[in-house]
T-cell receptor, first 113, second 112 residues
Framework: EPEVTQTPSHQVTQMGQEVILRCVPISNHLYFYWYRQILGQKVEFLVS????????KSEIFDDQFSVERPDGSNFTLKIRSTKLEDSAMYFC???????????FGPGTRLTVT | QQQVKQSPQSLIVQKGGISIINCAYE??????FPWYQQFPGKGPALLIAIRPDVSEKKEGRFTISFNKSAKQFSLHIMDSQPGDSATYFCAASPGNNRKLIWGLGTSLAVNP
């Protein structure tokens, strides 16, 4: 069964460093999303991406964040200068254009020290 | 208006019992209501979802009840099993980009 994959599973970085979180969505999906989940809290929408551009972003997704689809399979989230409060689980999700169902990857745990 | 309120925060049920989790929303633009199941250290997994044109949807032991006028929807897990012990999230989505607005989650423990 196709699935969304994410790498790395755990990333530890120092405050101020840049991180890139990688996702491989399901191959025939056209809509891509990033969400984050701070430990013990609810999942929060960050950004949606369609047709090679951001279609919507939340207020969390400020100038420190960017997304890219560098090739036909990967979808990345970059945080330019990490802060302590960026520590969270980051989930990538994708869906096709025929349904509303979003499928999530296993997540990347980002720890900023 | 963008919030989805979920209750209870935690739930303990005996094996074989019925687990009921409730969610409420304000935004009438929401038109898709999924439930996700999450095990520790894993990503959310889609369990079941409903559109507002039906009042109930059943898949196996899982049922969503939807009350459009009250802007409420609930998840019922029949014959709850210890393997159902997980965190359950309701979510809602408005049109267009289909971003998901999430409830706070319910930690379900099913005792053997």
């Amino acid at each position: 069964e196709p699935e969304v994959t994410q790498t790395p599973s755990h990333q530890v970085t120092q405050m101020g460093q840049e991180v890139i979180l990688r996702c491989v969505p399901i191959s025939n999906h056209l809509y891509f999303y990033w969400y984050r989940q701070i430990l013990g809290q609810k999942v929060e929408f960050l950004v949606s991406f369609y047709n090679n551009e951001i279609s919507e972003k939340s207020e969390i997704f400020d100038d420190q964040f960017s997304v890219e689809r560098p090739d036909g399979s990967n979808f990345t989230l970059k945080i330019r200068s990490t802060k302590l409060e960026d520590s969270a689980m980051y989930f990538c999700a994708s869906r096709d254009d025929r349904s509303y169902e979003q499928y999530f990857g296993p997540g990347t745990r980002l720890t900023v020290t | 208006q963008q919030q989805v309120k979920q209750s209870p925060q935690s739930l303990i049920v005996q094996k074989g019992g019925i687990s009921i989790i409730n969610c409420a929303y304000e935004n009438t633009a929401f038109d898709y209501f999924p439930w996700y199941q999450q095990f520790p250290g894993k990503g959310p997994a889609l369990l079941i979802a409903i559109r507002p044109d039906v009042s109930e949807k059943k898949e196996g032991r899982f049922t969503i009840s939807f009350n459009k006028s009250a802007k409420q929807f609930s998840l019922h897990i029949m014959d709850s099993q210890p393997g159902d012990s997980a965190t359950y999230f309701c979510a809602a989505s408005p049109g267009n980009n289909r971003k998901l607005i999430w409830g706070l989650g319910t930690s379900l423990a099913v005792n053997p």
